[in-house]
């Protein structure tokens, strides 16, 4: 080759090689921003997940509380002005002369 062509097919690698090391770290920038939105927006949920789960938790918690008898028929007693009833006593007669 002659020496005008050696040095053309040199500086056309040099720049081949420069634009695709140019691309190759603009797409491992591209790469690596796309991955670490991503762990960030796995962290947010999972975080979303503990709160809604402690959520669950004392809203259980808070049914437990709000249905349990005692609170009730004090609810009953002193809001609601009600009384107990009386039990009914149930008297029963056998017949033994059959």
């Known amino acids: 080759m002659s020496r005008k062509n050696r040095e053309f ?3 056309l690698m040099f720049f081949f090689t420069s634009i ?10 591209w790469v690596y921003t796309e991955v ?3 762990m960030l927006s796995i ?10 789960q402690n959520t669950v938790k004392v809203l259980k918690m808070d049914i437990a ?3 349990s008898s005692a609170r009730i028929s004090n609810f009953a007693r002193n ?3 009600m009384v107990p009833a009386n039990p009914e ?3 029963i007669y056998i017949n ?3």
Do not use: P, R
């Open 9 to 11: 097919f040199q500086t």
């Open 36 to 38: 670490d939105e991503n």
């Open 96 to 98: 033994q002369f059959d």
């Open 20 to 29: 695709l090391s140019i691309v190759g770290l603009i797409a491992y920038l």
């Open 43 to 52: 962290e947010i949920q999972m975080q979303v997940e503990k709160e809604l």
């Open 65 to 67: 509380q709000l249905s």
């Open 79 to 81: 809001e609601l002005k």
């Open 89 to 91: 006593t149930l008297t």
